[in-house]
């Protein structure tokens, strides 16, 4: 078989190509033999579409994801914003942190230990690569009915991968979620998040400057999993009728991740690297291409010396290999030596594999023919822009009709019990520890929080107790319901959860997951949700720092719920001023903070008692939100609360049930006066939280909160053995405890 070099290329231009298997629309590969006047080798080919896929290119969210940048808040502790691996923002005593969200969804449904184990390796490698040790990880996860014969394959397979993964790393797993809808059936959502902590002076670039300069590829062989992984596998529908890719999932190796890291981390401390880039999806084309097209030059590379696991692989299989745990650095020659030294050192691969040049293309030979030789640029940063029609879908206006307040409610004192505990050992309300008990959330030493707290925190300096706390939300049913709103309220959710314990919310990642973008409608949410949700960090004041779209989330036309994740990060001062969600001690008396409205669209309780989806989301105030933060920060760091739970899916009887639960303590309430005990236990109002107020600190409190215009209404004591609301049913915690951790484990037995 001939190669396919540049010169072959030139006079053969009407050779057959394999353009659209490759994932390329007819104009994009036009456009791409416009760019380089000829047709392009296959390797330029095989760069081009993994490089253009959607969910390498953002080809179809770029234009609404300028947003985050237009809105952004000014914000003094951003170092780092989009266009890196990862933001990076301050968080005082010189210290950065980095940290980002990304999907690994279709990998995961195909083989789920993989595709989530790898999911978690690429997003610390992200981390890494920005100069930061990795501290922590986080998983907001969704999966299809609980009940689906498929769940149980999907599930367990994508705990192990991230429990396996992440514990061999050595990484706390600190918070996240499991949901469980139907419209996931078929097309897991599997987010996984990473924090790392850096000093500033540490902060690394993915560039390539320096003529030259060496182009030093180190970790794990390249093999052929992961060919077309996630840059293909993701930018595309899934279909019955098509076979399943398990040969386009990437396989993970934790161990040798943990050598790279340590390896990474020496080299970092010695400052041998001029510029550094992770190989995670489209690899070598994507790592070549953006540190050449971020630098100066350009980049010549060998591409016959990179080390395989698989001689047999042809040169457009090793550009699109997404083989896990490899690292691309760039290195000035006088420190060569000493990063082999190193990587020795930690039984690490490392292959000079090129270098930087004076010129302005990305050139790759292949035993000394030349392969590749494009404008950097083209590939990495200048694939196509869609301008997608979108239009709000016709059924919008029927869903939003459709009130859930028109639903029946108890009538009896009984069927309201009945429907408590309902609620509490439904699956989305019934406690994840069979999930989160597969994780190390303590390892070590610094966990100070973690699920099923509000949101995890660990410390990142022992001596000053310096933490960072994060959270991750997102609401599928808000967000079909209304995608403005319901991105708005994850961003309040996730945004409360970090101030319930105690941290100044400081900056903000996301991971935006839809269905097709072809799709008008879908493409309606995905703009509404964006707007929504670059408004909403204006008003906070939490810029996006960076993140992940993932589309093309539906089998054949249906699609996912939208389902825009929201990551929130902040920082506390001292981590033992920490605020946990237990009742821990009893005589502490129980607070409700914010107004409460009949608002259940969405709910929780409509979706376990009547199967339902309807009408509008809850009200969004962020001014109220920003309002509640302060009091519950303020509370935490002068010692006015001993517990908070912010409230959302389920209400003030779902978090007071995990409260008490949490903390081996009962509750005696008493319905707010202007409530039914009915809207008082279920209504999802958003800007609200539950506290613990300690008797000798009740007037100090409360003084504050009328002082500053928050509403604060005294709803009862820590107390017993019970929950009991005055005047309607009494649940032994007992009972309560069996009917919130009985579930999970039946579904999945």
């Known amino acids: 078989m001939t190669l396919d070099t540049v010169k072959h290329a030139a006079e053969t231009p009407d050779s057959a190509q394999p353009w659209k298997e490759l994932g390329l629309k007819e104009d994009e590969y036009l456009r791409i033999r416009e760019i380089l006047g000829r047709r392009p080798t296959g390797a330029e080919l095989a760069m081009y579409s993994v490089m253009w896929s959607e969910h390498c290119s953002y080809k179809s969210s770029k234009v609404h994801l300028r947003q985050f940048g237009e809105k952004a808040p000014k914000n003094d502790a951003m170092l780092v914003g989009i266009g890196e691996n990862a933001g990076v923002v301050d968080v005082g005593q010189g210290y950065a942190v980095t940290f980002k969200v990304e999907s690994h969804n279709h990998p995961s449904y195909i083989e789920p230990y993989q595709g989530a184990a790898t999911g978690v390796g690429g997003i610390v490698r992200d981390i890494l690569a920005m100069g930061a040790r990795p501290v922590a990880v986080v998983d907001p996860l969704r999966f299809g009915a609980a009940d689906h014969p498929d769940t149980k394959r999907v599930l367990p397979g994508v705990v192990a991968g991230i429990g396996g993964y992440g514990n061999c790393l050595g990484l706390p797993n600190i918070g996240g979620e499991v949901v469980f809808d139907s419209c996931y059936q078929g097309n897991p959502l599997v987010n996984a998040g990473c924090i790392g902590v850096m000093k500033h002076e540490d902060i690394h670039l993915a560039k390539a400057s320096g003529p030259g300069n060496k182009v030093i590829l180190y970790g794990a062989r390249t093999g052929g999993d992961g060919i077309g992984g996630v840059s293909v596998l993701a930018s595309e529908t899934f279909d019955d009728t098509k076979p399943t ?116 293309r990305l050139e790759i030979f292949w035993h000394g023919e030349q392969i590749v030789d494009v404008p950097p640029g083209t590939v990495a940063h200048e694939g196509p822009v869609y301008q997608r029609p979108f239009a709000r879908p016709e059924w919008q206006d029927a869903l939003q009709a459709d009130d859930a307040g028109k639903l029946a ?53 022992e001596e000053s107790n310096l933490g960072v706390a994060m959270a991750t939300d997102g609401n599928g049913r808000y967000a079909k319901l ?97 605020t946990p969600m237990a009742f821990a001690e009893t005589g502490q008396l129980l607070y409700l903070l914010g107004d409460t409205a009949e608002e259940f669209g969405g709910s929780a309780w409509s979706q376990v008692v009547h199967d339902h989806l309807g009408g509008l989301p809850p009200k969004v105030d962020l001014g109220r939100e920003k309002l509640l933060a302060d009091i519950l920060i303020a509370a935490s760091r002068d010692g006015m ?109």
């Open 641 to 749: 609360i001993d517990a908070a739970h912010d409230l959302s899916d389920g209400g003030v009887i779902q978090a007071l049930a995990e409260s008490c639960l949490r903390g081996g303590n009962g509750a005696r309430l008493v319905v707010p006066e202007g409530l039914d005990a009915f809207t008082f236990l279920f209504s999802e109002s958003a800007g609200r939280a539950v506290v613990a107020v300690p008797r000798s600190e009740e007037l100090r409190f409360t003084d504050m909160c009328g002082a500053r215009g928050l509403p604060a209404t005294r709803i009862g004591v820590v107390d017993g053995e019970e929950i009991e609301v005055q005047g309607e049913f009494t649940i032994p915690l007992a009972e309560l405890r069996e009917a919130h951790e009985a579930t999970i484990p039946a579904l999945l037995a």
């Open 245 to 360: 890719k398990r040969p386009a999932v990437q396989v993970g190796d934790p161990f040798q991740e943990k050598l790279l890291i340590e390896c990474t981390l020496e080299i970092f401390k010695e400052k041998l690297v001029a510029g550094i880039q992770d190989l995670g999806g489209a690899g070598l084309s994507c790592a070549t291409s953006e540190l050449a097209s971020a630098g100066s030059g350009g980049m010549r590379v060998e591409l016959d010396t990179v080390p395989l696991r698989d001689a047999t692989l042809s040169p457009e299989e090793i550009l699109m290999s997404e083989s896990q745990e490899r690292m691309c650095a760039i290195v000035e020659p006088q420190h060569v030596d000493r990063f082999m030294e190193i990587c020795e050192k930690w039984d690490v691969i490392a292959t000079v594999i090129g270098e930087v040049t004076d010129g302005e």
């Open 482 to 578: 209304d995608p403005y709103t319901g991105a708005q309220l994850a961003l309040a959710e996730a945004y409360r959860n970090v101030a319930a314990t105690g941290a100044k919310p400081l900056a903000v990642s996301d991971c935006l997951n839809f269905g097709s973008p072809e799709d008008p409608g879908v493409m309606w949410q995905f703009a509404e949700a964006c707007r929504g949700l670059a408004d909403g960090c204006l008003e906070l004041g939490t810029p996006v720092t960076g993140g992940n779209v993932s589309l093309y989330n539906q089998t054949g036309d249906t699609a996912i719920h939208p389902t825009p994740v929201v990551a929130v990060l902040g920082v506390i001062d001292d981590v033992n001023r920490r």
């Open 409 to 461: 409610r108890p009538q009896t004192s009984d069927e309201l019990r009945a429907q408590v505990l309902a609620l509490v050992s439904s699956p989305n309300q019934a406690s994840k520890s069979w999930v989160t008990d597969q994780y190390d959330r303590f390892v070590q030493g610094n966990t100070v929080l973690a699920q099923p707290e509000d949101a995890g925190m660990v410390r990142i300096d």
